[in-house]
Structures are given as structure tokens and as C-alpha cells.
């Protein structure tokens, strides 16, 4: 128990420092309220964080949900009238839940789940490049390859060698420095003090101490530095929705489209998150599914926005070294204090000294090492990992991972068009050449152009033999194939045919 807890303490006050800018850059991009992304960052943290059985995933406002926030806010005209949606889609998440619906997390393909890691990998880095010279025009939470201001992920990257600011160059630099020594150096044996919560002191140090003082040109200005809005208690916090407009057939179609895209961005987040776990620890999905369930219908009611599982915060969580669900909880802790308490504390820490942290945390999660691994797997396994990775850089996360979900399913569909079975030559008793056509254990549907492409070219006069003695399971399709051989085909081309183990009669 104190081990976790010399981890998990830690952990969690880097998890909160990181997704404390986030929630306000998510809520900016959705066109919500600032102080409706912290609302929404607590409650991912404390309610679904008790209710999750994963140790290692962390929800709040996801990048991904914000287009289609800003688009269901301007569709119903009135925030308080989108909170209904917001909490009506919780409900929906929670019976999906019950029902077991999150089961369609097992059937995602290991080359998708990698490729969406890798992806945010990358878009981390590029996004966080311009917060890492002090180029901050667009909010941190927004994460979409074409962006609000008009420009996309590409041409602001250009522009960031016309703001430099140096005093942010300068803290991102030592703090990525620091960060890859760490191991090297005594202070590694610190477990309450990790690398990343060291570059976080090292920042506000360096420049409300130093440049302020000393070097007044590399001064940081307060817009380049966290920036909480100010609070009078928790009740200034709180948006109630109005239930009146419960009744609008609009409010029931967003609130169906949040629970479809929300359940479906966190059930793919919790997958990759714990592919990243080192213990490779499994969470429930349909669990998952009622405690997102309950978070957003507790985010709706109390003012706040969609959220879900995200892999930003889950990934920053696992290389922080959380070993238990209490980091996630006390990050939402931390957060509610935080900006009840501690904001004007908060708003001296360089968002470049976050970019640093996300930076790292995007290199770890696209490593060279990993195209290597794919590739070495085989184009099957690697083309969809690379269509994955550029589908979601390109467009956005859910839409990526459609992309690359389809191209996985062709290689899948085409990998089980090849020979299912085995086809192989005997020798009767009265010396006879037999060709043997012997099915595997389940044969589905998707074996039906390989069978019915090998049946249909066996030769004239050929004795065979379709050897189904292992099968306990053959697909109606293939069962009206194998009609249709022995009854057309094998006559007319003179084919002597026996079926052995077929369990019914064709």
C-alpha cells in the first residue's frame, strides 16, 4: 500500500498539472464556458475515477468530442439547453453499460489500438512545439489537424519562428533535458518527486525568480502562463440545465450522438491505455461504460461537458508511474482544490514547462522502435497501423480510427480468403489418388470464396474427399457451397465425391 502511494501521490499532482490547461483549452474549443472543462475535469477525475475499475485510465474533456460539442451548442442555441443532452447521454452510457455493450472493445484489432497511440504520440509533439517556444495563440486542448483560427497542425508550425519567445524556449529546452537525465542522476531515487513535477517547479522558478529579476528580456508574460479564471466558491462554478427543453426532439438526437461517440472514444482509449500499463492490467468495459455513464450525467447536471476515457491524461498517468486508480481520483481532488484555493499560485507555471512534459510523453508513445516492431510483423499489420496514425493526424481521432478500423478489416477479410483448409493428396486402398479437402474447426462466412474458388477448380474425373470430421461449426453459406458442388459441379465435371463428418446432411 505505501509503495502505490509513493507513486500514485506523485502521479497524480503531475496528471493535474497537465490536464489543468487542457480542461480550459478543451472548453474554449467546444465554445463552452471556461469553468465548465474544470467542472468536467473533477468529476472525470473523482466520480468516474472511484466508479472505473481501470488503474491506470483518467477521463475529463476530450479533445476529440469538441467539434461535435461546438456543433450540438450552436444546433440547441443555449448551454443550458446542450447540459440536458449532456446528462440524458450519461443515462444512455450507463444502461449501455448495463447491457454489456462495451464488449465491442475485444474485437478491435492490436494494429488500430498501436496506431491510435503512435497518432496521439505525434500530434502531441506537433501541437505542443508552438507551446514550447511560447507560440500560444490556439488553446492546448485543441488537438484537430484543421483548427478555429483557420490555420491546421502544419502552417502553424510555421508560424511559430515568428513568435519566438525566447524565455519559453529557453525553460522547455532545460526542462526536456532534465527530464531525459533524470535516470542518470541521484534524484531518480526520489519516488514523491518525479522528473515531470520537477520541470513544473524548475519553470516557475526560473522565471518568476530569475528572468524577472535578473534577465527582465526572457521574462515571461502572463499570456504564456496557465491561466485559471477567477472563482468566488463553488456555487460561481455551477451551470443547473434547464429541464424544460427536455422534451425537444433535437436534445434527444445530440444526446444519443454524445453517448455513441463518447462511449466509443473511451472503450478504444481504455484499450490503448492499457496497452501502455506495464502490469498489462484488463478493466471491465461494461464497468467503464456506467462510470463514464455516471460522469456525464453528473457533468450535465452540475455545468459541465462531455467527457471520457483520454489517452493524453491516461498515457502522462502511466509514465508518471501510477500503480493505482487513486492517482486518477486524487488528480480531480487536486483540480477542485486548486482552483478554489491555489489559482493565483497555478497561474505562474510557463505552459511551455506542460509542452515539455507532453512532448516527452509524445515521444515515448511514438518511439521508432514501434514502426520497427509493426513493420517486422508484416504489411498486413503494418499498412493499417501507418493509415491509422495518418487518419487521425489528418482528420481527428473517432474518424481516424474508423479509417483505419476498415483498412484492418480488408486485410483481415483477405487474409481469410485464403485457403482455410488443407487440400491434400492420399492414396486409396485400391491405389486410387484421392484429393482430400479438410475443413478447420469453424468455418464462417468468410471462408466461402476460398472453398467454393477451390472446389469449383479441382479437376475432371478426380475422386475427392471433403473431410469436415473437425468441424463444429460451418456457416449456412458454405453449407449451401458444398450443395451446390455435390450436386452440380462434382456431376457435371464426372467427380467422384464423398463428405466425411458432416454433422448434417447436405
Not at 222 to 247: E, K, Q, R
Request: charged share 15%; proline share 5%; with cysteine.
Amino acid at each position: 500500500m505505501l509503495k502505490s502511494l509513493q507513486k500514485d501521490i506523485p502521479a497524480s499532482i503531475v496528471v493535474f498539472l497537465v490536464a489543468l490547461p487542457l480542461c480550459l483549452g478543451i472548453a474554449l474549443a467546444s465554445g463552452a464556458p471556461l469553468l465548465s472543462g474544470l467542472i468536467t475535469g473533477i468529476i472525470g477525475g473523482i466520480v468516474v475515477g472511484i466508479i472505473s475499475g481501470s488503474p491506470t485510465s483518467v477521463s475529463g474533456p476530450a479533445a476529440g468530442l469538441s467539434a461535435v460539442v461546438l456543433s450540438s451548442i450552436a444546433q440547441l442555441q443555449q448551454f443550458e439547453i446542450f447540459l440536458v443532452a449532456v446528462m440524458l447521454s450519461g443515462i444512455f452510457q450507463f444502461i449501455g453499460g448495463i447491457l454489456k455493450a462495451g464488449i465491442i472493445a475485444n474485437y478491435i484489432p492490436s494494429n488500430v489500438i498501436k496506431g491510435l497511440l503512435a497518432a496521439i504520440g505525434i500530434i502531441l509533439i506537433l501541437k505542443q512545439i508552438p507551446h514550447a517556444v511560447g507560440f500560444d495563440r490556439d488553446a492546448e486542448g485543441e488537438f484537430s489537424f484543421f483548427q478555429p483560427d483557420g490555420a491546421n497542425t502544419f502552417s502553424e508550425l510555421l508560424n511559430v519562428f515568428s513568435y519566438f519567445t525566447w524565455g519559453a524556449v529557453l525553460i522547455s529546452v532545460f526542462s526536456i533535458l532534465i527530464m531525459i537525465l533524470w535516470d542518470k542522476t541521484p534524484l531518480k531515487k526520489i519516488y514523491f518527486f518525479p522528473s515531470s513535477l520537477f520541470v513544473v517547479f524548475f519553470g516557475v522558478l526560473l522565471n518568476s525568480l530569475v528572468f524577472k529579476n535578473y534577465f527582465p528580456a526572457l521574462y515571461i508574460e502572463p499570456s504564456h502562463l496557465v491561466n485559471i479564471p477567477p472563482i468566488d466558491g463553488v456555487s460561481s462554478m455551477i451551470t443547473f440545465p434547464l429541464f424544460s427543453a427536455i422534451g425537444q426532439y433535437q436534445v434527444w438526437v445530440v444526446a444519443f450522438t454524445l453517448a455513441l461517440i463518447a462511449s466509443l472514444e473511451t472503450l478504444l482509449n481504455l484499450e490503448a491505455v492499457e496497452n501502455l500499463d506495464p502490469h498489462k492490467r484488463q478493466a471491465s468495459p461494461n464497468r467503464e461504460l456506467v462510470a463514464q455513464g455516471a460522469g456525464n450525467f453528473l457533468s450535465g447536471l452540475l455545468g459541465g461537458i462531455p467527457l471520457t476515457s483520454v489517452i493524453v491524461r491516461g498515457s502522462v498517468n502511466v509514465q508518471a508511474g501510477a500503480e493505482t486508480k487513486l492517482s486518477a481520483i486524487l488528480h480531480g481532488v487536486l483540480l477542485l482544490v486548486s482552483v478554489l484555493f491555489f489559482s493565483q499560485w497555478l497561474n505562474l507555471i510557463p505552459l511551455a514547462s506542460l509542452a515539455a512534459i507532453l512532448l516527452i510523453t509524445g515521444y515515448k508513445l511514438a518511439k521508432i522502435s514501434l514502426f520497427r516492431e509493426m513493420y517486422r510483423k508484416g504489411y498486413d499489420q503494418f499498412i493499417p497501423f501507418v493509415v491509422t496514425i495518418l487518419a487521425i493526424i489528418f482528420t481527428d481521432l473517432l474518424v481516424g480510427i474508423l479509417i483505419g478500423l476498415s483498412v484492418s478489416i480488408f486485410f483481415i477479410l483477405k487474409s481469410n480468403y485464403k485457403n482455410p483448409f488443407l487440400l491434400h493428396k492420399e492414396k486409396s486402398a485400391e491405389g486410387k489418388e484421392l484429393l482430400v479437402v479438410e475443413l478447420p474447426n469453424q468455418v464462417s462466412f468468410l471462408n466461402k470464396a476460398a472453398i467454393k474458388e477451390t472446389l469449383w477448380d479441382l479437376p475432371e474425373n478426380s475422386n475427392v474427399i471433403i473431410d469436415a470430421s473437425y468441424s463444429n461449426y460451418i456457416d449456412n453459406d458454405v453449407m449451401e457451397v458444398l450443395q451446390d458442388y455435390q450436386n452440380t459441379i462434382a456431376p457435371e465435371k464426372n467427380i467422384s465425391l464423398e463428405v466425411r463428418g458432416l454433422k448434417v446432411r447436405l
